[in-house]
């Protein structure tokens, strides 16, 4: 059988948490739920032993309950945090609103199902537990979803676990792992959200090992005679460091302080400017011990957006030999910093090299992104170290 794949896609990217839009009056059938369940049940399991079991709630009194659990748990927190947040164009406002919206109507959904699963963790990190019931409860949010229906994956309620598993009477040896209230969408138009595309949180063959230009056109540039280098191959490494991002960016703007920590830097001073921004241009020394080599390269700045990316270009600003930038993404113990490398699509030493020497074109890329991924895993932690500091 063929599958339609753009209707396959279309369910894979608009499966949402659905909040807002949950229908509190239709009825949602016990044999629709069940084919779902029998569906979701297809999903893989550790020793494939079936040890998942469904709870489907619909009594009033116990949903009510359970609502309650939840708010006492956190959701009371989330409401409050929508009227704070409401009107001030907060970024997440959405999200909070909408979670608002379940904690105050939980008890409304036509249904909630628990799926839960025979089973305690016992630390041993042996797959069978949490993996075998969270593919399976999200296949069933997706059959609700080809079917009209919609839920949002829920764990506030996990606070209260231990008190939910007496009000439905979860045996000791059952882990709940997820809740979800169940109902007709008011509406099947649903939209795939902003995400990271995936050029940019795979790694090839090695932790941080990019490639920036899949399948699309070779970049227009100096680097054509080798296809590993038309793939425009990179280097991310990340560090998430307790300090706020105007802090962090302090250092991670500075080229001194930032690039110090790279073994190959050995200093840079801005050439008509004073400081990072847009346009202006840097000097950089390098040194490489290893095969006993010095240059010096002029960086352009074509990113600088504080406190969020720092960005130059290599050689030449259009069509550079590196492109190197810094991203920094709030995240609730701080920021998470990301320093990324992509080579090319100018022939850099690296690239030349490869051209050169076709049959070892492999050896020596990976040889240079090994090298790279760790100065640049020095330097964020260099900075990491500079930003935690007291003071
Ligand atoms: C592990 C996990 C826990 C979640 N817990 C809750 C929750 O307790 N309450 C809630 O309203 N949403 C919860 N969500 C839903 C996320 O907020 C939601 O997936 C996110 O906002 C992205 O929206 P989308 O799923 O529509 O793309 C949870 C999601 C995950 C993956």
């Not at 930032?258 to 346009?279: C, M, N, R, T």
Request: proline share 5%; with cysteine.
């Amino acid at each position: 059988m063929a599958f339609d794949i753009e209707q396959t896609d279309e369910l894979l990217s608009t499966t949402k948490a659905v909040r807002r839009r949950l229908d509190f009056e239709r009825h949602v059938p016990d044999d629709l739920l069940l084919r779902c369940i029998d569906l979701a049940e297809q999903a893989p399991s550790g020793g494939d032993i079936a040890s998942r079991r469904w709870l489907v709630i619909r009594d009033p009194e116990t949903k009510s309950k359970l609502a309650e659990l939840y708010r006492a748990a956190g959701g009371s927190d989330i409401i409050k945090r929508a009227e704070d947040r409401r009107g001030t164009g907060h970024p997440k406002e959405g999200v909070v609103e909408s979670a608002a919206h379940l904690a105050e109507n939980l008890e409304r959904v036509p249904v909630i199902v628990i799926p839960t699963i025979w089973g305690v963790h016992d630390g041993s990190g042996k797959p069978g537990l949490f993996d075998s019931v969270i593919q399976s409860a999200w296949s069933f949010c997706l059959a609700l979803r080809a079917r009209g229906l919609g839920t949002a994956w829920t764990t506030l309620h996990l606070g209260k676990a231990k008190e939910i598993a007496e009000l439905l009477g979860i045996p000791e040896g059952v882990t709940q792992v997820v809740m979800l209230p169940v109902a007709w969408t008011i509406g099947t138009d649903f939209k795939p959200a902003a995400r990271r595309p995936a050029s940019e949180i795979v790694w090839f063959d090695s932790w941080g090992y990019t490639k920036q230009n899949l399948g699309a056109e070779p970049v227009q540039g100096t680097n054509q005679g080798n296809s590993l280098l038309e793939g425009m191959p990179g280097v991310s490494v990340e560090v998430d460091i307790a300090a706020s991002p105007e802090r962090v960016w302090e250092f991670a703007s500075d080229i001194n302080i930032a690039l110090q920590f790279s073994k190959e830097f050995q200093g840079a001073e801005w050439i008509d400017a004073d400081g990072p921004k847009v346009g202006a241009t840097f000097i950089g020394r390098n040194e490489r011990a290893d095969v006993n080599r010095k240059w010096q390269t002029t960086s352009w700045v074509v990113a600088c957006e504080s406190p969020k990316v720092f960005a130059w270009n290599v050689n030449d600003r259009d069509d550079p030999s590196a492109q190197w930038r810094f991203e920094l993404e709030k995240i609730p113990v701080g920021t998470r910093l990301r320093q990324s490398l992509v080579i090319g699509p100018r022939l850099s030493a690296t690239g030349t090299a490869m051209v050169e020497n076709p049959d070892q074109a492999a050896k020596l890329l990976s040889g240079r992104q090994d090298m790279h991924r760790g100065n640049m895993t020095l330097t964020i932690h260099g900075i990491k170290h500079l930003a935690e500091a007291v003071g």
